[in-house]
C-alpha cells in the first residue's frame, strides 16, 4: 500500500443559538478536517470532532497528535493510534475508508431523525414546524430547571403532541435516583416516551439497570456508553437497554461495526454535532447499525448559523 498525502485543519461554526447542556453554554463547534490522497489522486475526508466532556481527548490533543503525523502517512499507522484519542480513530479511519469507497451518500427519510427541541419551556411550540417538516421523534433535555417546573412542561407537551409523536427525554446524567424514579413514573403513564436517556451519572449503572426492571420506560446510556471500551464494558454487565452510540467519538469504526453486529444491540446512532463529512460517515453506519424501528440523532443541522454543504471540497475550501 503507498503512502498517504496527509492535511489537517481547524475549523469554527457557531451556534445559531448557543447551546445549552448541564455542561454549561456551548457556543461555538470546533474540530478538525482532515484530508487524504493518495498517488493515484483519489481523496478522502474524515473529521475529529472531540467531545472532552463525554471523556474524547481535547481538540488540543488531537490537535497535537496530528501534528506529529508524518505529512506522507503510511496506512498501518492508521490502526496504531491509541485508544485514548477515540475522536481521531473515527477521523482518520474513516478518511481512509472515503479515499478507496465512491459510495453514494445516505440519505434516511426525515421521519428517521429525530429532531431536538430548545432547552426548557420553548419546546412547548418549538415542535411544530419541526413536525411539519416530517419529523416524528423528538429530544428534550431535562434537568436544567426545577423538577417541578419541567414535570409540568411535559404535561403540557405530551397533551398537545399528535399521537403518532414520540418524545426522548435526555437527562445527561443530572438526576438524582430519587428524581429519575420521579420521572419514570411520570413517563410510564405517558404514551408518547420513546425512552429515558442517561438519567443517572456515566458510573451509576447498577442503579441504572434496577430501573430497566422496575419501569415500562425503557432506559437509554449515553454517557455511559461514549467510547466502544465502555460500550463493551455495560453490555458485559448486563445492560440490554438501549445504546446511544456517537460514531464520532465511540473509536475505530471497524471496531464499533463488529461490536454492534456481535451483540445485536438496540442501537440508536447520534451525532456530535459535527460537519457534512462526520454526519454522513456516521449515517452511513447507522444505516446498517442503528436500529431501524427508531430515529437516529442526527437531526441537528438546524442548530447551525451556516448551512451543511454535502460537498466535502467546498467544506475544505471554506470552513
Ligand atoms: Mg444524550
Known sequence: MTKLQFEFRTYARPFAKPLQTRYGLWEVREGILIRFRDRE???????????????TETLAQAWNFCNQ???????????????????????LESAFTALRSDAQPVTLPIQRYAALLPTGEAALTAW???????????????????????????????QTLPSEAQLRL???????????QAWLQTCDRLSC????????????????????????TPIALD??????????ACYDQGWRGVFVIKPAIAGFPSALQRFCQTYAVD?????????????QQG???????????????????????SPDSPNFDALWQNL
Open 283 to 305: 449515517l452511513r453506519l447507522a444505516a446498517s447499525l442503528s436500529n431501524p424501528n427508531r430515529a437516529v440523532g442526527y437531526g441537528t443541522a438546524h442548530w447551525f448559523k
Open 170 to 180: 435526555d437527562a445527561n446524567g443530572s438526576l438524582t435516583v430519587e428524581t429519575a
Open 41 to 55: 489522486g483519489r481523496v478522502g475526508y474524515g473529521e475529529i470532532a472531540p467531545l472532552p466532556w463525554f471523556g
Open 223 to 232: 454517557e455511559s456508553v461514549a467510547t466502544l471500551a465502555q460500550l463493551q
Open 128 to 158: 411544530r414546524s419541526l413536525w411539519q417538516q416530517g419529523h416524528r421523534t423528538f429530544k428534550w433535555k431535562i434537568g436544567v430547571k426545577d423538577l417541578f417546573t419541567e414535570m409540568a412542561w411535559l404535561d403540557q407537551l405530551a
Open 193 to 216: 416516551i420513546e425512552y429515558l436517556e442517561q438519567p443517572l451519572p456515566a458510573d451509576a449503572l447498577p442503579e441504572m439497570l434496577e430501573f430497566s426492571y422496575q419501569f415500562k
Open 267 to 279: 442501537a440508536v446512532f447520534s451525532s456530535i454535532f459535527g460537519t457534512a463529512i462526520a454526519r
Open 69 to 91: 503525523l508524518p505529512l506522507e502517512l503510511e496506512p498501518f499507522a492508521i490502526a496504531e493510534i491509541p485508544l485514548n484519542l477515540p475522536a481521531c480513530q473515527f477521523g
